[in-house]
């Protein structure tokens, strides 16, 4: 068995940086080119066009800094927990500017800050399961300190593509990449995986019956499930 990477603190902090970058680089950009457009009297014809075009870009851009905000970022300097109708009011920015709709069953409930983060990466590997449209469901069970996060995604028929796992999610997730190392463009699911270790939770991803799943339950309730099997 692989062992799990430990990345410095310095590499994780800089990789999440690259990530929030490449996120930001085009939409940023396209503001930029509206106002260039907007800028030129030549261009006038094309003036509503590039109107729409910043308004497009800046719904964008609010929506993955909301996200990072929340899910990498400390999120909130006035204590440990947070609310999940703030993790309900960032996801449904970002599913704005996601192809696929989102179904909510969350309930008002405070988590503690890192399993807020853990629930919100795990949101958005869902909604990469169904890259060109579908339907994602977020959910949480359980007794307080004992959550069960739960997410399913199916993608929509009409656009004949099929629900897909990330590509190299899973070995991410479980901190030993099929590549043998992390970089920029894996650091979001292996943060998740890092999340879940530090949460005391074990991650389970997969397809079954062209519904994709992942869920991320507490160990000691996983243990306890475990048992009966195990003396059978």
């Known amino acids: 068995m692989a062992d799990i990477i430990d990345l410095k603190a310095t590499d994780l902090a ?6 929030v970058c490449h996120d930001l ?26 109107r729409d075009l910043i308004a497009s870009a800046a719904r964008q851009s609010r929506a993955k800094l909301e996200f990072a905000r929340l899910a990498y970022g400390a999120s909130s300097t006035s204590g440990t927990d947070i609310d999940t109708r703030e993790c309900e009011r960032v996801a449904r920015i970002l ?29 958005l590997i869902a909604a990469m ?15 307080a300190g004992h959550e ?5 995604s199916k993608s929509d028929p009409e656009k004949r593509q099929k629900t897909l796992i990330p ?3 899973a ?35 997969g397809i079954e019956n062209d519904v994709f799943y992942f869920t991320a339950t507490p160990q000691a309730a996983a243990e306890v499930t475990e048992e009966p099997v195990q003396s059978v």
């Open 171 to 205: 070995g991410l997730l479980a901190g030993t990449p099929d590549e043998g190392f992390v970089d920029a463009r894996g650091i979001q699911p292996f943060y998740t995986g890092l999340l879940a270790r530090m949460t005391d939770m074990d991650i389970a991803i």
């Open 167 to 169: 590509s190299g999610a």
């Open 129 to 143: 399961s169904v890259p060109r449209g579908g339907q994602v469901t977020a959910a949480i069970s359980g007794d």
């Open 14 to 19: 800089a990789m999440l940086c690259s990530r």
């Open 25 to 50: 680089i085009n939409p940023i950009g396209a503001i930029g080119n509206g106002l260039e457009v907007l800028g030129d009297p030549a261009q006038t014809e094309m003036a509503d066009g590039a």
């Open 95 to 123: 599913f704005e500017i996601e192809k696929a709709d989102l179904e909510w069953s969350v309930p008002l409930i405070l988590l503690p800050k890192h399993k807020a983060k853990l629930f919100m990466n795990m949101l």
């Open 148 to 152: 069960k996060f739960e997410f399913h």
